[in-house]
C-alpha cells in the first residue's frame, strides 16, 4: 500500500510539473512553432543546394574531360569554360584557368625564336593567371603548379632571379623539381643561355629569292653563347625551351593536369 501510495504521489508531481511548464511556455508556443518550422525548411533548403553543387560539379568536370581532349592546340574550349556563367564557383574552373595558361607557355617556348611579340603575348596572359592563383588559388596544388609555372616564364624572358624566387616558393610534389631548376639557374652556362634567349631570333625566310631561296643555308649572325652540354641551345637535356612539362619526362605536348578530387 505504501508503495501504490508513493507511486501516486510521484505520479501526480509529475503531472503538475509538465501541467506548470505548459503553461509557462503557452505564450511562446506559437514562436516555438514557427522557430521550429524554419529550422527544417533550412535543412531541407541546404540539403536541396548541396545536391545541386554536386550535379554541377560532376558535370563541370565532365565538360572539362570533353574540352581537354580537343585537337586545338591552343585549347579555346578550355579557356571558354574559365568564363562559363553555369560552371561559376567549381572547383574546375581553377585548374581550367591552370591548363589554358600551361599551353600558352607550352606554345610560347615552341614559337618565342621564331616570333618573339607572339610568344611574350602568350606568356603575359599566362602570367596573369599564374600570379594571380599563385596567391588566391583554393587548391594548394594549384598555387604550386603556379608558382612553378611563373619560374618556367621567367626564366625564359631573362629574370633569373624572380625564377628562382618562384622556385623556392614551390612546395608539395613538384619541390624536388622546382630545387632542381632553381640550382640549376646558378650555373653560369644556364645564365648565359638565358641571356641569349633574351635576344636571339631566326633568321626571317626570303621570299625575295636571295641567300637561302636556292637552297642554300641562310645567314644566322646571333652567336650562341659557349656553355655545357646541359645549357646550350639545342642540347638533350636543355630545360629552357624544351616546352612546359612538370613531369620531368621529354615534351610531349601534354599540360599539367589536375588530380580530379570532385567533391562526394
Known amino acids: 500500500m505504501k508503495t501504490e501510495r508513493r507511486h501516486d504521489l510521484e505520479t501526480n ?3 503538475l510539473k509538465m ?5 509557462t511556455i503557452k505564450p511562446y508556443w506559437n514562436k516555438l512553432l514557427g522557430v521550429v518550422i524554419l529550422l527544417v525548411a533550412m535543412l531541407a533548403v541546404s540539403s536541396f543546394i548541396n545536391s545541386q ?3 554541377t560539379e560532376e558535370n563541370a568536370w565532365a565538360a572539362y574531360a570533353k574540352a581537354r581532349n580537343s585537337t586545338d592546340p591552343d585549347l579555346e574550349n578550355i579557356r571558354k569554360l574559365t568564363e562559363s556563367e553555369e ?3 567549381t572547383t574546375m574552373q581553377e585548374w581550367a584557368h591552370l591548363t589554358w595558361a600551361d599551353r600558352q607557355v607550352l606554345m610560347a617556348a615552341r614559337i618565342y625564336l621564331r616570333d618573339r611579340g607572339a610568344a611574350e603575348d602568350r606568356l603575359r596572359g599566362a602570367r596573369g593567371i599564374y600570379e594571380t592563383f599563385a596567391n588566391n588559388a583554393q587548391d594548394e596544388q594549384i598555387r604550386n603548379r603556379s608558382r612553378f609555372g611563373l619560374g618556367r616564364i621567367f626564366e625564359m624572358l631573362n ?3 624572380d625564377a628562382q624566387r618562384e622556385y623556392s616558393l614551390v612546395q608539395g610534389d613538384l619541390q624536388p623539381m622546382a ?3 632553381a640550382e640549376h639557374l646558378q650555373s653560369e652556362g644556364v645564365k648565359d643561355v638565358c641571356e641569349w634567349l633574351a635576344t636571339a631570333e631566326l633568321p626571317k625566310p626570303d621570299i625575295t629569292g636571295g641567300q ?3 637552297g642554300d643555308r641562310p645567314e644566322f649572325n646571333v652567336s650562341i653563347p659557349q656553355a655545357n652540354d646541359g645549357a646550350r641551345p639545342g642540347a638533350k637535356d636543355n630545360p629552357i625551351l624544351d616546352g612546359f612539362k612538370i613531369d620531368g619526362a621529354e615534351e610531349t605536348g601534354e599540360d599539367a593536369n589536375p588530380v580530379e578530387t570532385q567533391e562526394s
Open 13 to 15: 508531481t509529475l503531472a
Open 19 to 23: 501541467t506548470s511548464m505548459i503553461e
Open 53 to 55: 553543387s554536386k550535379a
Open 87 to 89: 560552371f561559376a564557383g
Open 159 to 161: 629574370k633569373v632571379e
Open 179 to 181: 630545387s632542381k631548376r
Open 212 to 214: 637561302g631561296a636556292s
